[in-house]
C-alpha cells in the first residue's frame, strides 16, 4: 500500500555532490521517521543518517559535516545531500521509512539507488 520512490543517485567525481530524494506514496498513514541507509560492495547495511520522531538528526560519524537529511513533510518526502563525496561513499543507498496506519506501526524501504564515487 504504501511505496517509497528514490531517485538521485549517479556517478560523480571524488569531491562532487549528489542529492538523493524519497517520496512515499500511499494514504491513511503517518510518517513516524525517515532514514537513509547503505551498503558497500562486502560490507554490512549501515545507518547513514535519520529523521526519528524526536526530530534531532542522526549521522554515522563517516558522513558528520559532509551529507545533510531533510524532509518535506508536505511532500511525504525525505532527502539526502551529500557534499564532499568520496570513493568509500560508494554503496547502495536505502530510503527507510517508519509508518503509522491506525494503531500499527510498519517499516519500509525502497529498491535502493546507486551512488559511485570515483577517485
Known amino acids: 500500500q504504501v511505496q517509497l520512490v528514490e531517485s538521485g543517485g549517479g556517478l560523480v567525481q571524488a569531491g562532487g555532490s549528489l542529492r538523493l530524494s524519497c517520496a512515499a506514496s500511499?494514504?491513511?498513514?503517518?510518517?513516524?521517521?525517515m532514514a537513509w541507509y547503505r551498503r558497500a560492495p562486502g560490507k554490512q547495511r549501515d545507518m547513514v543518517a535519520e529523521?526519528?520522531?524526536?526530530?534531532?538528526?542522526i549521522y554515522v560519524d563517516s558522513v558528520k559535516g559532509r551529507f545533510t537529511i531533510s524532509r518535506d513533510n508536505a511532500k511525504n518526502t525525505v532527502y539526502l545531500q551529500m557534499n564532499s563525496l568520496k570513493p568509500e561513499d560508494t554503496a547502495v543507498y536505502y530510503c527507510y521509512a517508519r509508518i503509522a496506519r491506525d494503531r500499527n506501526v510498519y517499516q519500509y524501504w525502497g529498491q535502493g539507488t546507486q551512488v559511485t564515487v570515483s577517485s
Open positions: 500511499g494514504s491513511g498513514f503517518s510518517i513516524k521517521a
Open positions: 529523521i526519528p520522531e524526536s526530530g534531532t538528526l
